[in-house]
């Protein structure tokens, strides 16, 4: 069996569970350049046999806090069962003003909770699961917002495959959206490519190898 053949055996072995957050601030029916890049991600990672669901967050009423229930119907703790059930999470977020948007930030602050949540060997929940984020926008800002996000979520507990951002950034002060494009931009794609390799090799070797007990 030559090379090739043997990685994608191994690429495929352990069925992998992955959950994206779409972080828009635009509730559903309405078009979302978020929800896409989030769904390219996602059908990427099913390329190296990982299945999933998309969650967009504004849909549902999460409410804003640190804790990993509010009650009076708080939507986060059937979310959190989602990130609980995953080997890897995706955040996918739109740029505003230069930040994560709103809804991303109250996601990362409810993730929060995590670092409180252990396992019976001591360990936090998050670790062995894997992180990765996309990001839109229609200004420069991509690595900046990313860079946010993967240092919460490394503190919480989830752990970084290298190139784990895929992102579209358009011209500045022009008004085209990602979702408004033609076909994907091609540096794009393959990142996204990369990514979902990367990040599905590394979510397989913490399944096989899980981070020692305290």
């Given at each position: 069996m030559d090379t090739t053949q043997t990685q994608a055996n191994a690429s495929t072995r352990v069925p992998l569970r992955a959950v994206a957050l779409v972080c828009t601030l635009s509730p559903s029916p309405a078009p979302s350049s978020s929800?896409?890049?989030?769904?390219?991600?996602?059908?990427?990672?099913?390329?190296?046999?990982?299945?999933?669901?998309?969650?967009?967050?504004?849909?549902h009423d999460v409410k804003p806090g640190i804790s990993t229930d509010l009650g009076d119907?708080?939507?986060?703790?059937?979310?959190?069962?989602?990130?609980?059930?995953?080997?890897?999470?995706?955040?996918?977020?739109?740029?505003?003003?230069?930040?994560?948007?709103?809804?991303?930030?109250?996601?990362?602050?409810?993730?929060n909770a995590e670092l409180s949540e252990q396992d019976d060997q001591g360990r936090p929940l998050m670790y062995?699961?894997?992180?990765?984020?996309?990001?839109?926008?229609?200004?420069?800002?991509?690595?900046k917002v990313s860079a946010d996000i993967f240092q919460g979520l490394n503190d919480i507990g989830f752990s970084l495959a290298p190139g784990a951002v895929t992102y579209w950034v358009g011209e500045a002060m022009q008004k085209t959206d990602y979702l408004d494009l033609d076909s994907t931009p091609k540096s794009t794609a393959?990142?996204?490519?990369?990514?979902?390799?990367?990040?599905?090799?590394?979510a397989r070797r913490l399944k096989d190898a899980p981070y020692p007990a305290p």
């Amino acid at each position: 069996m030559d090379t090739t053949q043997t990685q994608a055996n191994a690429s495929t072995r352990v069925p992998l569970r992955a959950v994206a957050l779409v972080c828009t601030l635009s509730p559903s029916p309405a078009p979302s350049s978020s929800q896409l890049l989030a769904e390219q991600t996602m059908a990427a990672l099913a390329d190296h046999g990982v299945s999933g669901k998309v969650i967009r967050v504004v849909d549902h009423d999460v409410k804003p806090g640190i804790s990993t229930d509010l009650g009076d119907g708080d939507a986060w703790p059937e979310i959190r069962d989602h990130v609980l059930g995953a080997d890897i999470l995706v955040i996918s977020t739109p740029i505003w003003l230069g930040h994560p948007s709103s809804v991303a930030q109250k996601v990362m602050e409810r993730l929060n909770a995590e670092l409180s949540e252990q396992d019976d060997q001591g360990r936090p929940l998050m670790y062995g699961k894997v992180a990765a984020v996309c990001v839109v926008g229609n200004e420069d800002g991509a690595h900046k917002v990313s860079a946010d996000i993967f240092q919460g979520l490394n503190d919480i507990g989830f752990s970084l495959a290298p190139g784990a951002v895929t992102y579209w950034v358009g011209e500045a002060m022009q008004k085209t959206d990602y979702l408004d494009l033609d076909s994907t931009p091609k540096s794009t794609a393959e990142t996204t490519v990369a990514l979902a390799a990367n990040v599905s090799h590394l979510a397989r070797r913490l399944k096989d190898a899980p981070y020692p007990a305290p």
